[in-house]
């Protein structure tokens, strides 16, 4: 894929970016991995100083780097905005907790002192995908520059002007040259990069077939990877949940981001009781929603961030109808400029279809019924990925069962599917492995040394 923006509203090219040579990225590879002998040592609190910059620069100019991802992927710029804020939350946390999180851990055993270190890897790869474009960032960027790691970003194809916004207020925020560098490059020179000495560890938030490709190459090199993959999360409601609440909560579950989410709820499991009372109010909500120009502030649904996903998500449509399943609202692209399809159900869905199992990556929700919480766990895990479950219940014995049998790398009860700083977040199965956030992200990319003095 070329390097452009290409604004999903209207179609419009609006600008091309030439990829890096390989003397460019060899030279960017060097600044890094010299930048990494300087600033590994430098300090905690000097770091946080840093950081706790990047957080006010992306504040004081929130408007303009939402501006920036709207126009290259779609997103509603009231969440463009919200994310903008969410990646200044992840700086302050990091600033804040790093030196609680890499602090050595005494451990009592036969030598006079032993104890557990952090030390930084080095030179992280992260590859990156367009549908969160700051906020994929920033949550690698903050734990892995807290932990004394450099970071070169290979960021999705289509929004290169956000990762190039990403490296400047990084730089701005006063990290030395090299300690955040942007590489401007296609998927296909991934490959070479991961392969590199320089380069000790990489992470890759995307589809399956990018992950197992990263992470095969990494382990011929026996490099560490964290891998933060697609998903198909059930949304499982019961009968004695919170209507109201569900739906309410469902709407936004799946269409958030323009239905463009890793942890958007994709599959609504619903018990026969409730399922027809929970399908007509969703129904309605959808029928409500606002879909529009992502820059207008009261739009509910943006464009798709590009035309083959646009594609794509007709295509699983129309196969799910041609095996039986029924479209109760939505179904079809709308006849207008730009990547717009409307909110979407699916109901009536064949379970051995091959549609059943897959990820949709775009407003469209797949209506399941079954009879009893044993069905539902049965359907939720029936499914390749495990990244995150939403249940519903007021029972505490079906609550209980509910977080103990689901397979997902999160689940919540009674809420929406989120990440949050506080938490680690990433998934099982064919979802990736890894985590991100909390103190568990902080510790994925460092080596966990253990010290013994006699
Ligand atoms: P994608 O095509 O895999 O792209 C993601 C990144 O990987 C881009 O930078 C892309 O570069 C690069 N890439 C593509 N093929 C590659 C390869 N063979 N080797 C190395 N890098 C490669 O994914 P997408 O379609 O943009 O994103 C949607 C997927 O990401 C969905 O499945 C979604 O669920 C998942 N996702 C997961 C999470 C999570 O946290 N678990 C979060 C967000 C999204 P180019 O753009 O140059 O191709």
């Given at each position: 894929?070329?390097?452009?923006?290409?604004?999903?509203?209207?179609?419009?090219?609006?600008?091309?970016?030439?990829?890096?040579?390989?003397?460019?990225?060899?030279?960017?590879?060097?600044?890094?991995?010299?930048?990494?002998?300087?600033?590994?040592?430098?300090?905690?609190?000097?770091?946080?100083?840093?950081?706790?910059q990047a957080?006010k620069i992306l504040?004081k100019n929130?408007?303009?780097?939402?501006?920036?991802?709207?126009?290259?992927?779609?997103?509603?710029?009231?969440?463009?905005?919200?994310?903008?804020?969410?990646?200044?939350?992840?700086?302050?946390?990091?600033?804040?907790?790093?030196?609680?999180?890499?602090?050595?851990?005494?451990?009592?055993?036969?030598?006079?002192?032993?104890?557990?270190?952090?030390?930084?890897?080095?030179?992280?790869?992260?590859?990156?995908?367009?549908?969160?474009?700051?906020?994929?960032?920033?949550?690698?960027?903050?734990?892995?520059?807290?932990?004394?790691?450099?970071?070169?970003?290979?960021?999705?194809?289509?929004?290169?002007?956000?990762?190039?916004?990403?490296?400047?207020i990084?730089?701005q925020a006063?990290?030395?040259?090299?300690?955040?560098?942007?590489?401007?490059?296609?998927?296909?020179?991934?490959?070479?990069?991961?392969?590199?000495?320089?380069?000790?560890?990489?992470?890759?938030?995307?589809?399956?077939?990018?992950?197992?490709?990263?992470?095969?190459?990494?382990?011929?090199?026996?490099?560490?990877?964290?891998?933060?993959?697609?998903?198909?999360?059930?949304?499982?409601?019961?009968?004695?949940?919170?209507?109201?609440?569900?739906?309410?909560?469902?709407?936004?579950?799946?269409?958030?981001?323009?239905?463009?989410?890793?942890?958007?709820?994709?599959?609504?499991?619903?018990?026969?009781?409730?399922?027809?009372?929970?399908?007509?109010?969703?129904?309605?909500?959808?029928?409500?929603?606002?879909?529009?120009?992502?820059?207008?502030?009261?739009?509910?649904?943006?464009?798709?961030?590009?035309?083959?996903?646009?594609?794509?998500?007709?295509?699983?449509?129309?196969?799910?109808?041609?095996?039986?399943?029924?479209?109760?609202?939505?179904?079809?692209?709308?006849?207008?400029?730009?990547?717009?399809?409307?909110?979407?159900?699916?109901?009536?869905?064949?379970?051995?279809?091959?549609?059943?199992?897959?990820?949709?990556?775009?407003?469209?929700?797949?209506?399941?019924?079954?009879?009893?919480?044993?069905?539902?766990?049965?359907?939720?895990?029936?499914?390749?990925?495990?990244?995150?479950?939403?249940?519903?219940?007021?029972?505490?014995?079906?609550?209980?069962?509910?977080?103990?049998?689901?397979?997902?790398?999160?689940?919540?009860?009674?809420?929406?599917?989120?990440?949050?700083?506080?938490?680690?977040?990433?998934?099982?199965?064919?979802?990736?492995?890894?985590?991100?956030?909390?103190?568990?992200?902080?510790?994925?990319?460092?080596?966990?040394?253990?010290?013994?003095?006699?």
């Amino acid at each position: 894929m070329a390097i452009s923006t290409i604004n999903p509203t209207t179609a419009e090219k609006l600008k091309v970016f030439t990829p890096l040579t390989s003397a460019e990225i060899d030279k960017k590879l060097a600044l890094a991995a010299s930048t990494f002998t300087q600033y590994r040592q430098t300090s905690l609190s000097q770091r946080s100083e840093w950081l706790n910059q990047a957080a006010k620069i992306l504040e004081k100019n929130k408007v303009e780097y939402a501006r920036i991802m709207t126009t290259e992927m779609g997103k509603p710029i009231k969440s463009a905005i919200a994310e903008v804020e969410k990646c200044a939350l992840v700086c302050r946390y990091y600033a804040e907790k790093a030196a609680e999180f890499l602090a050595d851990v005494p451990v009592s055993t036969d030598a006079s002192q032993s104890f557990v270190s952090y030390d930084p890897l080095g030179v992280i790869l992260a590859v990156m995908p367009w549908n969160f474009p700051f906020w994929q960032v920033f949550r690698f960027a903050a734990p892995a520059l807290m932990a004394g790691n450099v970071g070169i970003l290979k960021h999705a194809s289509n929004v290169p002007q956000s990762a190039l916004a990403i490296e400047d207020i990084l730089s701005q925020a006063g990290f030395p040259p090299g300690a955040f560098q942007t590489l401007l490059i296609g998927a296909d020179r991934v490959k070479e990069i991961i392969e590199d000495d320089r380069v000790k560890a990489a992470t890759l938030t995307g589809s399956e077939p990018a992950g197992a490709s990263l992470a095969s190459a990494a382990g011929k090199q026996i490099k560490k990877t964290v891998l933060e993959l697609g998903g198909s999360d059930p949304f499982i409601v019961l009968e004695s949940a919170d209507l109201d609440s569900a739906v309410a909560t469902a709407v936004t579950a799946r269409m958030l981001n323009n239905g463009q989410s890793c942890i958007a709820a994709k599959r609504f499991i619903l018990a026969e009781a409730i399922a027809d009372e929970f399908t007509e109010k969703l129904i309605t909500k959808f029928q409500a929603l606002k879909v529009g120009d992502p820059m207008v502030e009261d739009t509910d649904i943006g464009p798709l961030a590009t035309s083959v996903i646009l594609t794509e998500l007709d295509q699983q449509v129309q196969n799910s109808l041609k095996a039986g399943a029924k479209v109760p609202i939505g179904g079809k692209p709308l006849d207008r400029p730009g990547n717009f399809y409307p909110p979407t159900i699916l109901t009536d869905i064949p379970l051995d279809s091959p549609t059943a199992k897959e990820e949709f990556f775009g407003p469209v929700a797949l209506v399941f019924r079954v009879k009893n919480i044993d069905e539902a766990i049965e359907l939720a895990n029936d499914i390749p990925f495990g990244l995150g479950a939403s249940a519903w219940t007021t029972n505490p014995q079906e609550r209980d069962r509910l977080i103990k049998d689901i397979e997902a790398g999160a689940v919540f009860i009674n809420g929406l599917v989120k990440s949050d700083p506080r938490l680690p977040f990433g998934g099982i199965k064919r979802s990736g492995y890894g985590r991100e956030l909390s103190i568990q992200g902080i510790h994925e990319f460092v080596n966990i040394k253990t010290v013994w003095i006699k």
